[in-house]
């Protein structure tokens, strides 16, 4: 029997990676309805991680009222496995972009505190380790709001707190570190991130991320000379370099704060989601991959989820479909050395409204039409 090996990344705010592949799938079985197809939805720690953990994980949902980026309360969840006593936490369900209309987008005004308040919900609960999914988020507040919920407190010249935001690091005068600081070591976080960039500066966080959350040209300076006064301190009080942390800069400054606050270790969140879902063995039985992304480009060969998918794939020698909401600059760059046929599954949408709207009923079409072509030769 054929097998058709599923494993899509999510499609930005449309689709999560579990959908992806409903929707594939569907597509897949209009025509070979014989064949054994594999769904596995993936996540490199971005938006849909927690859904693609638990795809793989026995893990058990827990509810928690938290605050968002704006500084209201909202109900979340994350991930926990009691008898490993390990908890997944997906920053993009707290802090996450899509949470907040594109008109009323004000990263320099949003706090990362909810997620800082999740890992100490988990830890309060029990946990050993905590996966940090980062990806997905709408702040740049260098996980100042982190640190602030983890127990340290950033205070300006007069001893005050400053306010929540990277407009309030303007202010930072230093850190008093944390009482739970002993209790943070006890336990082993992982920050999954696929990123590199550095905290600060034309590489780090606000210049490359920042625009895509709502940063004008105008306030990017103002909050990278934040995130810049930021590091700084950090480096004085905590005793960590930020800076010279390859991935400190991942959402927004997230990753920064969780290796200097909490003593954080980077993972791959692809190498992460590999292993746990035994990815190379799914490979390797495997006759087709199907992967796929909202958009193909130049960085999908650079550490993004679809272009690993690619390279594993190629690996083990086995050819692959992409399906893909829009081809972006320099797609061809994820496609070159490898067996690799790129379909983009767009109708002819007008809008990207419209577009991300039916890129269900897009993907299952498009599956089922590349399907019907290679049945032509199976």
Known sequence: MRRILVLPDSFKESLDSVSVCNAIRDGVRKVFPDFEIDTCPLSDGGEGF??????YLKLKKVRVEVTDLTGKLRKVCYGWCPDKKLAIIETAKIVGLHLVPKERRKPEYFTSYGVGEVIMEAINRGAN????????????????????????????????????????????????????????????IYIASDVRNPFYGRLGATYVYGPQKGLTKEMCPKVDFALRRFAGIIKRVVKADVQQQPGSGSAGGMGGALFAFANGKFVSGFEWIRKVANLDEKIEKSDLIITGEGQLDYQSSFGKLVGEVVKLAGFYKKKVVILVGRLGEGWE??????????????????????LLDNSYKNLARTSEQVCKLLDWFF
């Open 50 to 55: 927690l859904e693609s953990a638990s795809h």
């Open 129 to 188: 380790e905590i996966v940090v999914g980062l990806g997905g988020s709408g702040v740049n507040d260098g996980g100042a709001g982190i640190a602030q919920a983890l127990g340290y407190k950033l205070i300006d010249k007069n001893g005050k707190e400053i306010e929540w935001g990277p407009l309030g690091l303007m202010k930072l005068k230093d850190i008093i570190v944390s009482p739970h600081k002993s209790l943070l070591e006890r336990v082993s």
């Open 333 to 354: 760059k994820c496609v070159r050395s490898f067996d690799v046929a790129v379909f983009p599954i767009s109708a002819g949408e007008f809008c990207k409204e419209e």
